[in-house]
């Protein structure tokens, strides 16, 4: 609590906030982050999520598929700490919400769809990527549920993927763009659930401290920029982030 007391001392003059995320933010509402100890890399390897593979095998399209059908993720639910951002947003305290997340989950929260720039994309939406045709992932997943392992396209017959970033494929230009202003803009960033190990979207809060304003990261565990956090707390997202934001609201 002194840790949350001192981040709410140093934020207290601020009304541009910027909150980044990362899956450290989502694992409370049941969606496993990627490199902790029982992450998603302990347990597939993440060559297979290379948009190389997924064009050209149809073998890597169908796990994939699979894996969507059985995650979860689609279904889940926003915890404590999506709330509290959405709270800190409508207390007029916060810019907005840069994340690294494909599960919607701040906008179920109450984030305006307008506030959130998601760099690595959105799992909820599928997009066809040769007509470009966009559709609700759920619409698909029930093709897959009724024994379309691999679905096309229904207008065009092309390769269907959703709409989240592989390895191998650029971030959305709007989305970086759109970032790096708010980066700018901002007069202190919390990091939330993020290793800060994944680039280039680690530099939109490294360009907020490089700024020289307060810089506060929230994460159980260590991470690549611990040595310029300005407050560094190791809790549970969805236990400090409500303490933190109820100091300041």
Not at 37 to 45: A, H, I, M, Q, Y
Not at 64 to 74: C, E, P, Q, V, Y
Not at 228 to 236: G, H, N
Request: hydrophobic share 45%; glycine share 8%; proline share 6%.
């Amino acid at each position: 609590m002194e840790g949350i007391a001192a981040a709410a001392e140093l934020l207290r003059p601020c009304r541009r906030i910027l909150a980044f995320t990362g899956a450290g933010i989502s694992t409370e509402s049941g969606i496993p982050d990627f490199r902790g100890p029982d992450g998603v890399w302990t347990k597939v390897d993440p060559d297979e999520f290379t948009l190389d593979r997924y064009l050209r095998y149809p073998d890597t399209r169908r796990r994939s598929w699979k894996m969507r059908m059985t995650s979860g993720a689609l279904d889940a639910v926003p915890n404590a700490a999506h709330r509290a951002l959405a709270a800190l947003w409508a207390a007029g305290r916060m810019i907005g919400c840069v994340t690294q997340n494909i599960d919607g989950l701040h906008q179920k929260a109450g984030l305006p769809a307008d506030a959130v720039v998601e760099l690595h994309g959105n799992a909820h939406t599928t997009v066809c990527l040769g007509c470009g045709d966009r559709q609700p992932t759920a619409a698909v997943l029930r093709r897959v549920d009724a024994g379309e392992d691999d679905p096309s396209c229904l207008l065009c017959g092309a390769i269907l993927k959703t709409a989240v970033v592989y390895f191998g494929e650029m971030m959305p230009a709007g989305a970086v763009e759109e970032a790096f202003d708010l980066a700018e803009r901002a007069d202190a960033v919390i990091s939330v659930g993020s290793t800060l190990t994944v680039f280039p979207a680690a530099y939109v809060p490294l360009r907020v401290a490089e700024r020289g304003r307060p810089f506060v990261v929230l994460n159980l565990g260590p991470t690549d920029f611990d040595h310029l956090a300005s407050i560094r707390l190791q809790a549970p997202a969805g236990t400090a982030l409500p303490a933190l934001v109820a100091a300041l609201t």
